[in-house]
């Protein structure tokens, strides 16, 4: 079965520390990646979108970037944090696209950023 | 701009009584899913809809999708603590495939 980890649970940084989220998905091959991010208790907002290895396209302008140096991992990074970088990340995996319908994410259990 | 319209934003029941979720939208859907999620938790996938007027039963838990394909509906009856969560819509368009649009959610609380 198809899985996807998170890491961390957690984060407190500093204003101006970089950051580095990891996702790794386990069980399937060649999988769709995104991250997005959750306001307070609300709806998400798609940061950024890979279909494969070094394939990333950015849906918001940010101090944010994101990575995927394999097939299956995916990384959110900043150089240097803000105060409105603090959120609920959240990682999700779906199958390669095209086909329809599109059947719907699964999701990463999230990190809690808190930037001070 | 909110793509999808959820409404309500907060719901208080209690246990036992029934309660319906909408998800508005004026752009047409390719497929629609609902989740459900926990405080601190990943949404979790509840269903996917994707013709025009189609209804899927998950066990108390009845959605419809609109004939137009631009409205939804989560109708869960005789609701449990259990079904207490932040409920969400999401549609993908069909020049954005993969790419989900989120209703901005619902909150069900319910009490015993």
């Known amino acids: ?116 | 701009t909110q793509l999808l319209e959820q409404s309500p934003q907060f719901l208080s029941i209690q246990e036992g009584e029934n309660l319906t979720v909408y998800c508005n939208s004026s752009s047409v859907f390719s497929s629609l899913q609902w989740y459900r999620q926990e405080p601190g938790e990943g949404p979790v996938l509840l269903v996917t809809v994707v013709t025009g007027g189609e209804v899927k039963k998950l066990k108390r838990l009845t959605f419809q999708f609109g004939d137009a394909r631009k409205d939804s509906s989560l109708h869960i009856t005789a609701a449990q603590p259990g079904d207490t969560g932040l409920y969400l819509c999401a549609g993908d368009t069909t020049d954005s495939w993969g790419k989900l649009q989120f209703g901005a959610g619902t909150q069900v609380v319910v009490t015993p």
């Open chain 1, 1 to 116: 079965s198809q899985t996807i980890h998170q890491w961390p649970a957690t984060l407190v940084q500093p204003v101006g520390s970089p950051l580095s989220l990891e996702c790794t998905v386990e069980g399937t091959s060649n999988p769709n990646l995104y991250w997005y991010r959750q306001a307070a208790g609300r709806g998400l907002q798609l940061l950024f979108y890979s279909v494969g290895i070094g394939q990333i396209s950015s849906e918001v302008p940010q101090n944010l970037s994101a990575s995927r140096p394999q097939d299956r991992q995916f990384i959110l990074s900043s150089k240097k944090l803000l105060l409105s970088d603090s959120g609920f990340y959240l990682c999700a995996w779906s199958v390669r696209g095209g086909g329809r319908p599109f059947y719907g994410y699964t999701f990463g259990s999230g990190t809690r950023l808190t930037v001070v």
